[in-house]
């Protein structure tokens, strides 16, 4: 059973850096394309970007500027860092798998609040 | 970038009613639009996938179709554990896109 796990600081500074990471267990990372996609609270969902197991990268143009996706898979882990952040960033942040055009496997997600 | 559409954005609805939720791409493409169901506190769950397959495990009063740049969700017989938020997402291209969501709430 494919799971996935979002682990990483909830609580960043504006202007610092959001650092996250997800864990798949039960498949292998070298698969899927692998996302991350945030939800600010009592929001819609927002694709942040994808990354393959080769390191091939695609971001969002709202913010490409910011983000950086890396993957090791050595671990089954991808990462997340999302640069200068601002109360806007506040959001479920969720990793998610996606092999057919379809993202079929979520992780839980995890609210990262972003605040002095 | 491909911007996506939702209609209704909320809608209020009995058990047993059939229930329509229409999605509305800002560009023509083929099939590559899914659906998915978010209740409150849990991450999406994938319901339809290439606008209409059924994803393993659905309850099969979930279908979906295509016409043109319209994408329809529907649930022939709205169950208690259906009330939740839609949304759709489009797979053609990137920027990877949802829809706003539509809120399925009890009369």
């Known amino acids: 059973q494919v799971q996935l796990q979002e682990s990483g600081p909830g609580l960043v500074k504006p202007s610092e850096t959001l650092s996250l990471t997800c864990t798949v267990s039960g498949y292998s990372i070298s698969s899927y394309y692998w996302s991350w996609i945030r939800q600010p609270p009592g929001k819609g969902l927002e694709w942040i970007g994808y990354i393959y197991y080769t390191g091939t990268t695609n971001y969002n143009p709202s913010l490409k500027s910011r983000v950086t996706l890396s993957v090791d898979t050595s671990k089954n882990q991808f990462s997340l860092k999302l640069s200068s952040v601002t109360a806007a960033d506040t959001a479920v942040y969720y990793c998610?798998?996606?092999?057919?055009?379809?993202?079929?496997?979520w992780g839980q997600g995890t609210l990262v609040t972003v605040s002095s | 970038d491909i911007q996506m559409t939702q209609s209704p954005s909320s809608l209020s609805a009995s058990v047993g009613d059939r229930v329509t939720i229409t999605c509305r791409a800002s560009?023509?493409?083929?099939?590559?639009l899914n659906w998915y169901q978010q209740k409150p506190g849990k991450a999406p769950k994938l319901l339809i996938y290439?606008?209409?397959s059924l994803q393993s495990g659905v309850p099969s009063r979930f279908s979906g179709s295509r016409s043109g740049t319209d994408f329809t969700l529907t649930i022939s017989s709205l169950q208690p554990e259906d009330f939740a938020t839609y949304y759709c997402?489009?797979?053609?291209?990137?920027?990877?896109?949802f829809g706003p969501g539509t809120k399925v709430e009890i009369k």
């Open positions: 290439a606008a209409s």
């Open positions: 997402q489009q797979s053609y291209s990137t920027p990877r896109a």
């Open positions: 998610a798998g996606e092999k057919n055009y379809y993202f079929d496997y």
């Open positions: 560009q023509s493409f083929s099939s590559y």
